[in-house]
C-alpha cells in the first residue's frame, strides 16, 4: 500500500483501526462475568434465586460463546469471498447493536437471546480480522501486525474488568438494582461509533467502490437466525427436562461437531487444504486450551481473586486486570520474537512450545500461591502479570504459525476453523469453572484443571512442524 506523510504506511493504519475494534469487541463480551459476579454479589436480578449461582452465571457465558463459536467458520468463508475488511464492520456494527439492546432487557431469557446474538456477530471478526493484517502485512512484519493488533483485546478486557463495576456503581442512584445494565448501553453506542469511524477508514480499498455490506450481512443473518433457534431450544429442552448446567453447555459444544461434519461434507473439496493438513489441526486444538484459560480468569478472574482473600469485587477486578493489562505488551512482544525467529526451522513453532510450557508453570505457582492462603495483592498481581504477557505473546506467535501453515487464499477459512475449534474452551471454560465453584466452595480445582489443560497444549505444539508447511506450499503450487 502507499506510504503517506513521514513514512507512516497504509497497512499501519489497518492495525491501528483494528486495534481499536478489537477494544469495543473484547469489552462487549468481557462486561458478561463482573455483572454476573456483581448480581451474585447483591443477590439481584435472574440470578437472585438461583441455587448454583456460579453455574448459571457461567452458563450465561457459555451460552454467549455458543453463538460465537458456530460463526467463526461462516465468518471466515464470507470474509473470502465478500472481502474481510467487509465483514470486520459488519461485525462492529452487529456487536455494537445487540450489545445496547442487552442494556434493554430484563428477564433471564431475553438476556440469553440477546448475549447469544452478541456472540453471533462477534463470532466473525477473529478470522477476517487475522486474514486481513495477514494479507496487507509485509511478511517481514507479521508477527508484529498480529501482536499490535490483538494488544486492543487486551486493553478491551482490562476496561470491562476495572470499569463494569464501577459504571454499575455509578448508574447506582438512579438505575437502583437495574444498575447492571448500565455498562451494555453505554458500550453499546461506543461500539457503534467505533463501527463508524472504521467504515471510513477501512473500508472499501479504493475511493468509490461499493462494500457489499447488505450482502454480507444478509448471509451471515441467515446462518445466524439458524443458530439462533438451535441454541435457545437446546437450551428450552435440556432446562425443562432438569439437565445441570454442565450438561447443556457440554451439548452446546456438541453443535460444533455438528457444524464441522456439515463442513466437511458441504465444502471439502472447495477447502480440503485446512481440514487436512496436521499442522493446523494441531493448531486448533491447541486453540481449546488457551481460549479455557483465557475465559476463565476473563469470566470468574476477579471472582478468584476476592474468594481468595482480595477483598471487594473492585479490588478483585484490579488485580485480576494486571493479567489483562500484560497483553498490551504481550502481544507485540511476541510478534517481535515470533519474526525474529520466522526464517528458522521450525523457529514460531519452538518458541511456542517454551511459551506454552512455561505458561503451564505460571498458573500453576499462581494456584499454589493463593490455596496456600497467601493473599498479598502485589505478589498475586505480579505473578499475574508475569503470566499475562507470556500468555498474550504466545498467541501472536500462534497467529502466526496459523497464518504460515494456511494457503493465502484460505486463510479466513482456516482461522474461523481455528476459533470454531478452539471456541470448545471457551463454551466449558465459565460453566465448569463455575460448577467446580460450587461443588467444592472454592476455586482450587478449577485453577488445577487450567494448568492440566494448558500443559496437553504444550504438548500439542510439538507436532507442528516446518516440513509440513513446506509439503502445504509444494501442494498449493501443483
Known amino acids: 500500500m502507499e506510504k503517506t506523510e ?8 489497518v492495525w491501528v483501526m483494528l486495534f481499536f475494534g478489537w477494544v469495543v469487541s473484547y469489552a462487549d463480551r468481557t462486561l458478561t462475568g463482573p455483572v454476573v459476579t456483581w448480581m451474585i454479589n447483591n443477590k439481584v436480578g435472574f440470578l437472585q434465586a438461583a441455587a448454583n449461582p456460579h453455574a448459571l452465571g457461567g452458563l450465561l457465558g457459555s451460552l454467549f460463546f455458543a453463538g460465537y463459536m458456530l460463526t467463526q467458520f461462516p465468518g471466515g468463508y464470507y470474509g473470502d469471498k465478500y472481502g474481510y475488511r467487509t465483514i470486520i464492520i459488519v461485525s462492529i456494527f452487529w456487536a455494537g447493536i445487540t450489545t445496547f439492546l442487552t442494556g434493554l432487557t430484563g428477564g433471564l431469557l431475553v438476556f440469553i437471546a440477546a448475549r447469544v446474538l452478541t456472540g453471533l456477530g462477534e463470532g466473525v471478526l477473529y478470522s477476517n480480522d487475522r486474514s486481513l493484517v495477514a494479507k496487507v502485512t509485509p511478511p517481514k512484519k507479521l508477527g508484529m501486525g498480529m501482536g499490535i493488533v490483538m494488544g486492543g483485546l487486551t486493553v478491551g478486557l482490562s476496561a470491562a474488568l476495572i470499569g463494569t463495576v464501577y ?6 442512584p438512579v438505575m437502583g438494582l437495574n444498575a447492571w445494565k448500565a455498562p451494555f448501553l453505554l458500550l453499546g453506542l461506543l461500539t457503534v461509533i467505533v463501527g463508524l469511524i472504521l467504515k471510513r477508514t477501512i473500508g472499501p480499498v479504493k475511493a468509490g467502490e461499493p462494500a457489499p ?8 443473518l441467515k446462518y445466524s437466525v439458524v443458530f439462533l433457534i438451535v441454541i435457545m431450544a437446546v437450551y428450552f429442552l435440556t432446562n425443562s427436562i432438569g439437565l445441570s448446567d454442565v450438561a447443556i453447555a457440554v451439548i452446546l459444544t456438541c453443535l460444533a461437531f455438528v457444524l464441522l461434519l456439515f463442513i466437511y461434507q458441504n465444502k471439502s473439496a472447495e477447502i480440503r487444504p485446512v481440514l487436512r493438513n496436521k499442522n493446523l489441526i494441531l493448531m486448533y486444538l491447541l486453540f481449546i486450551p488457551i481460549l479455557w484459560h483465557l475465559w476463565f480468569y476473563g469470566f470468574w478472574g476477579g471472582a478468584v481473586v476476592q474468594d481468595f482473600g482480595g477483598g471487594a469485587l473492585t479490588s478483585a477486578l484490579v488485580v485480576i486486570s494486571f493479567n489483562a493489562l500484560a497483553g498490551v505488551l504481550g502481544f507485540p512482544l ?4 515470533s519474526d525474529s525467529v520466522a526464517h528458522k526451522a521450525n523457529g514460531r513453532r519452538n518458541v ?13 505457582v499462581f494456584a499454589a500461591y493463593v490455596m496456600s492462603g497467601q493473599h498479598n495483592p502485589v505478589v498475586e498481581s505480579t505473578i499475574l502479570f508475569v503470566s499475562g504477557l507470556d500468555f498474550f505473546a504466545l498467541q501472536a506467535v500462534a497467529h502466526a504459525l496459523t497464518a504460515e501453515c494456511a494457503p ?17 474452551g ?5 460453566v465448569i469453572s463455575g460448577a467446580l465453584r460450587d461443588a467444592s466452595h472454592g476455586w482450587g480445582s478449577a485453577l488445577i484443571l487450567d494448568a492440566v489443560l494448558m500443559g496437553i497444549g504444550c504438548l500439542l505444539v510439538f507436532g507442528v512442524s516446518t516440513a509440513a508447511q513446506a509439503a502445504l506450499g509444494k501442494s498449493e503450487v501443483a
Request: aromatic content about 8%.
Open 213 to 220: 455490506y447488505g450482502q454480507a450481512t444478509g448471509s451471515i
Open 6 to 13: 513521514k513514512g507512516w504506511k497504509g497497512y499501519q493504519t
Open 426 to 430: 471457551a463454551v466449558l471454560s465459565p
Open 334 to 337: 511476541g510478534g517481535k520474537i
Open 408 to 424: 493465502e487464499k484460505l486463510r479466513g477459512a482456516a482461522f474461523g476453523m481455528e476459533n470454531l475449534i478452539g471456541e470448545i
Open 352 to 364: 511456542l512450545i517454551i511459551m506454552t510450557a512455561l505458561l503451564t508453570v505460571l498458573i500453576a
Open 167 to 172: 459504571l454499575i456503581n455509578w448508574a447506582k
